[in-house]
């Protein structure tokens, strides 16, 4: 367990770290002051329980003391750590100054038994037993959820706070072990697939986990309730079962119900063409209902590549994209149709269900952008998503400066009629200008990953500058 203790006087730092590592093991981490407790929340660690005395120094050794600092530590580190427990620990507080935060700091159920913890909390420095006591239940809580087995989370590379959300979920379906793999997630966030079993060893619970900061995770459930659920068709979406909002520091997840573990559209992409083109053509009527809803915008090709990668990302790679003149083609200007993407559909974000169907997962992207932007981001994560299936040596760099002449570029193809299907899908929506627009912003965007085929992705890009050019 680890605790944050803001606190001045040196008598009360030794008397409550003797009593709290005596109690419950705890590792307390020391603030001073109030410039010091700052800095150790800009370092984004991790924290089990933060106590903040009210009246403390600017810095350690100060005379400038005041209630209003630890008001301050308290909030900022409410805002990076909204689902730890806090507690004002203060002979002098004003209840009238923190009656707010008192009731606003909510409750939660920190460790899958279903006890709701106060969040925010106040104690008297003369009732230092029941401060005590309280810190002893909160580390008993968390040794309880360690006592949930992980199987998998070595190659998860998921550390103790991020793998919390998951004991918690799984605790809370009456799980003793979590069978874990991973999904996808490549930028911070975590997509796992999580088999829940009781002490029986049986299955009570399969669902797919996004674990990300708590603030991520409540953006996504924000962009699913109104993007998501009530609009897309009721096969082709992921249903959230819960979430964990607190008891993991930094961390929480959503969890969303899967009916059977399984492969995804790579998976298929490997072992027949035929039923990934069927799997393309699900998600293309799936996805109909945004797309209709699209009107044009004016877009410069800048801003949209803008959208897509900044600019500084590509400082590496600028004499390259000299040759394909980008800054005369990022001066052009475009009407293009806008409605809700998905805005990450790459093959590891489709899941297939037994019956073939596909099932969208990972809506942390979901909003406005152009209706070509999935269609062409499905087609592409082929080629230039880091866990793309082995194309035999398909397409070369000559290949991709033919992606426009479709017959010549799936020539040699080991999958033509999906990367067809989803040709088919882009041009329903969009003309070859607004297509080759979103090509060479997307195909430009894979420059900034380090595993990515750059002179396939510069090749692509270059296609689609020649028919913005033409």
């Given at each position: 367990?680890?605790?944050?203790?803001?606190?001045?006087?040196?008598?009360?730092?030794?008397?409550?770290?003797?009593?709290?590592?005596?109690?419950?093991?705890?590792?307390?981490?020391?603030?001073?002051?109030?410039?010091?407790?700052?800095?150790?929340?800009?370092?984004?660690?991790?924290?089990?329980?933060?106590?903040?005395?009210?009246?403390?120094?600017?810095?350690?050794g100060s005379l400038e003391?005041?209630?209003?600092?630890?008001?301050?530590?308290?909030?900022?580190?409410?805002?990076?750590?909204?689902?730890?427990?806090?507690?004002?620990?203060?002979?002098?507080?004003?209840?009238?100054?923190?009656?707010?935060?008192?009731?606003?700091?909510l409750s939660a159920d920190?460790?899958?038994?279903?006890?709701?913890?106060?969040?925010?909390?106040?104690?008297?420095?003369?009732?230092?037993?029941?401060?005590?006591?309280?810190?002893?239940?909160?580390?008993?809580?968390?040794?309880?959820?360690?006592?949930?087995?992980?199987?998998?989370?070595?190659?998860?590379?998921?550390?103790?706070?991020?793998?919390?959300?998951?004991?918690?979920?799984?605790?809370?379906?009456?799980?003793?072990?979590?069978?874990?793999?991973?999904?996808?997630?490549?930028?911070?966030?975590?997509?796992?697939?999580?088999?829940?079993?009781?002490?029986?060893?049986?299955?009570?619970?399969?669902?797919?986990?996004?674990?990300?900061?708590?603030?991520?995770?409540?953006?996504?459930?924000?962009?699913?309730?109104?993007?998501?659920?009530?609009?897309?068709?009721?096969?082709?979406?992921?249903?959230?079962?819960?979430?964990?909002?607190?008891?993991?520091?930094?961390?929480?997840?959503?969890?969303?119900?899967?009916?059977?573990?399984?492969?995804?559209?790579?998976?298929?992409?490997?072992?027949?063409?035929?039923?990934?083109?069927?799997?393309?053509?699900?998600?293309?009527?799936?996805?109909?209902?945004?797309?209709?809803?699209?009107?044009?915008?004016?877009?410069?090709?800048?801003?949209?590549?803008?959208?897509?990668?900044?600019?500084?990302?590509?400082?590496?790679?600028?004499?390259?994209?000299?040759?394909?003149?980008?800054?005369?083609?990022?001066?052009?200007?475009?009407?293009?149709?806008?409605?809700?993407?998905?805005?990450?559909?790459?093959?590891?974000?489709?899941?297939?269900?037994?019956?073939?169907?596909?099932?969208?997962?990972?809506?942390?992207?979901?909003?406005?952008?152009?209706?070509?932007?999935?269609?062409?981001?499905?087609?592409?994560?082929?080629?230039?998503?880091?866990?793309?299936?082995?194309?035999?040596?398909?397409?070369?760099?000559?290949?991709?400066?033919?992606?426009?002449?479709?017959?010549?570029?799936?020539?040699?193809?080991?999958?033509?009629?999906?990367?067809?299907?989803?040709?088919?899908?882009?041009?329903?929506?969009?003309?070859?200008?607004?297509?080759?627009?979103?090509?060479?912003?997307?195909?430009?965007?894979?420059?900034?990953?380090?595993?990515?085929?750059?002179?396939?992705?510069?090749?692509?890009?270059?296609?689609?500058?020649?028919?913005?050019?033409?």
């Amino acid at each position: 367990m680890r605790i944050l203790l803001i606190e001045d006087e040196e008598r009360t730092v030794e008397e409550l770290t003797g009593l709290l590592a005596r109690g419950c093991g705890a590792d307390v981490v020391v603030a001073h002051g109030l410039e010091e407790a700052l800095d150790i929340i800009s370092d984004r660690e991790d924290f089990d329980l933060i106590v903040c005395d009210l009246r403390i120094p600017t810095r350690r050794g100060s005379l400038e003391v005041d209630e209003n600092h630890g008001i301050r530590v308290h909030d900022q580190a409410r805002s990076l750590w909204p689902g730890v427990p806090s507690i004002f620990f203060s002979g002098y507080a004003n209840l009238q100054n923190i009656g707010n935060r008192l009731s606003t700091g909510l409750s939660a159920d920190l460790f899958g038994t279903g006890e709701q913890w106060v969040l925010v909390d106040h104690f008297d420095k003369k009732d230092q037993p029941d401060f005590i006591n309280r810190a002893i239940s909160l580390a008993d809580g968390i040794n309880g959820l360690n006592d949930v087995e992980l199987e998998g989370v070595e190659d998860l590379s998921m550390g103790e706070y991020e793998a919390r959300p998951l004991r918690i979920y799984g605790r809370q379906l009456g799980g003793s072990r979590l069978r874990l793999s991973r999904l996808g997630g490549l930028s911070g966030a975590k997509v796992v697939q999580v088999e829940v079993l009781d002490p029986s060893s049986n299955v009570v619970g399969l669902v797919v986990a996004k674990v990300a900061l708590v603030a991520d995770v409540e953006d996504e459930m924000s962009r699913y309730d109104l993007h998501v659920a009530p609009v897309l068709d009721i096969g082709a979406l992921a249903h959230r079962t819960g979430q964990v909002l607190a008891g993991a520091g930094r961390f929480g997840a959503v969890f969303y119900r899967l009916a059977s573990s399984g492969s995804d559209l790579f998976d298929v992409i490997k072992e027949s063409d035929e039923e990934a083109a069927l799997v393309v053509e699900h998600l293309r009527d799936a996805f109909a209902v945004w797309q209709r809803a699209a009107t044009r915008v004016p877009i410069t090709v800048g801003e949209l590549r803008s959208s897509r990668v900044d600019e500084s990302k590509l400082d590496p790679f600028t004499s390259e994209l000299d040759e394909i003149k980008w800054r005369e083609v990022e001066a052009l200007s475009i009407e293009m149709p806008q409605a809700v993407q998905h805005c990450d559909l790459h093959g590891k974000n489709v899941l297939i269900a037994e019956d073939g169907s596909p099932v969208v997962i990972d809506y942390g992207d979901v909003g406005l952008a152009p209706v070509v932007l999935d269609p062409i981001t499905l087609e592409l994560s082929l080629l230039l998503h880091e866990e793309h299936p082995d194309l035999e040596e398909w397409p070369s760099v000559e290949e991709g400066r033919q992606w426009f002449d479709l017959d010549a570029y799936t020539h040699g193809c080991p999958v033509p009629r999906f990367v067809r299907e989803c040709r088919a899908w882009a041009t329903e929506w969009c003309s070859e200008t607004e297509i080759a627009a979103m090509v060479y912003a997307h195909a430009v965007r894979q420059l900034k990953y380090p595993d990515t085929d750059k002179a396939l992705a510069l090749a692509i890009a270059g296609a689609a500058a020649s028919i913005l050019n033409a």
